[in-house]
């Protein structure tokens, strides 16, 4: 928080913003706290300019700040002000769930005097910190209530409310025009579809409407971080290469829900499963890579594939695939790949514990080495 005067924290609902937020006021001495959903609160900006201004505090909370598109304006004023007083940074952090729209509001009024922050849901090493197994991240996904929920059924039963409060509730807030019941089945056709290529086309006959249309619910997903468009490497390497974007529900989690999957057993028993437990590599390995690294996949219409890469000073840098298996088996296009964009480092992330040497000068590894691993090249 002490890069710019104000930060904005992303993520989606029910990941730990608020609680993280909270935990930080009251360390704070002075520190005001504001919830915009609570009427009182969004009351005292009512006339936003004489209360922040009120406020003598080191830092203001403000949480679910999309109510208030308005602030924004009253906040560079405000922040313009502190600055001619001294004042530098850490003194606004401002909370929401729709990255794109926050994003937008932000970047327009508060250029040069916001940084942006994101807060995704438990990753493996944190659940691995306390003593949670990997299977059991994998099933439960990393929203805090359902992982640390008494039993599946409780956390099943968790995510499945979560799912239908963003449709009774999210999209009708920030989308009124769109309708909540097809983006419902939309985010249950993308969990089937976990992890290939966006077919808008297909998608939008089956449910009625526009290629364009599908375009834009999933907009809306990707904005409430719920849904992530995994972008194809587009270099010139002389190859017919696969342009749409691949497609994951970003919490495992509420790919299992989706898909009414309550148990290991019965998971491990879906076509999805292998989907699935690439859907949590990759979520785990972009969050180690940083946020200023840009996730992408490289496949060839010859089949040469590669599930994520990242590159380095514009270049491809780290190449990874992923295998559940714990006896994973090196298809030749992984190699034509690695070969075709020159990449200095290969790891296949797979199912098990050991690490090991594998053929195209790959490395074999478990994911929380992969995690170890791609933190230490991309932030070297």
Not at 78 to 92: K, P
Not at 269 to 292: F, Q, R
Not at 330 to 350: M, W
Request: glycine share 8%; with cysteine; aromatic share 6%.
């Amino acid at each position: 928080m002490l890069r710019a005067p104000a930060v904005v924290l992303l993520g989606p609902r029910q990941v730990g913003k608020t609680t993280l937020a909270k935990k930080i006021a009251i360390e704070t001495p002075g520190a005001v706290y504001l919830d915009l959903e609570k009427a009182a609160d969004l009351r005292k900006l009512d006339d936003a300019g004489s209360f922040l201004r009120g406020q003598s505090s080191s830092l203001m909370v403000i949480d679910e700040v999309h109510r208030a598109p308005g602030l924004f304006a009253e906040l560079r004023s405000v922040i313009d002000e502190r600055r001619e007083q001294g004042a530098r940074s850490g003194q606004f952090l401002l909370l929401g769930s729709a990255s794109l729209d926050l994003v937008q509001h932000a970047s327009e009024t508060l250029a040069g005097r916001v940084a942006y922050l994101s807060m995704s849901p438990i990753m493996q090493t944190e659940a691995q910190a306390v003593g949670l197994a990997q299977d059991h991240l994998w099933l439960r996904g990393g929203f805090p209530d359902s992982l640390t929920a008494p039993d599946n059924v409780a956390s099943l039963r968790w995510r499945t409310d979560f799912i239908r409060s963003y449709l009774e509730r999210d999209v009708p807030m920030f989308a009124p025009r769109m309708p909540a019941a097809l983006i419902g089945r939309l985010w249950t056709m993308l969990a089937h579809l976990q992890g290939t290529p966006l077919n808008s086309a297909r998608l939008a006959q089956s449910l009625g409407v526009s290629a364009p249309m599908i375009n834009r619910y999933i907009d809306l997903l990707v904005d409430l971080m719920l849904v992530r468009r995994l972008q194809p490497w587009s270099g010139n390497v002389g190859k017919r290469l696969v342009k749409a974007p691949k497609i994951y529900v970003r919490d495992c989690g509420l790919v299992h829900a989706l898909l009414e999957i309550e148990t290991s057993a019965q998971l491990l028993g879906h076509p999805v499963a292998g989907a699935s437990w690439e859907g949590l590599v990759i979520e785990n390995l972009v969050d180690a890579a940083g946020a200023d690294r840009t996730p992408l996949y490289y496949r060839t219409q010859e089949g040469a594939e590669l599930d994520l890469v990242f590159e380095r000073a514009g270049q491809p840098f780290v190449a990874i695939e992923i295998k559940r298996s714990t006896a994973p088996r090196i298809e030749p296009g992984f190699g034509t790949a690695c070969a075709a964009l020159a990449v200095a480092h290969r790891l296949v992330v797979y199912g098990g514990d050991a690490a090991y040497d594998t053929r195209y000068g790959a490395r074999v590894m478990s994911l929380p080495q992969a995690v170890q691993t791609v933190r230490e090249l991309l932030n070297q």
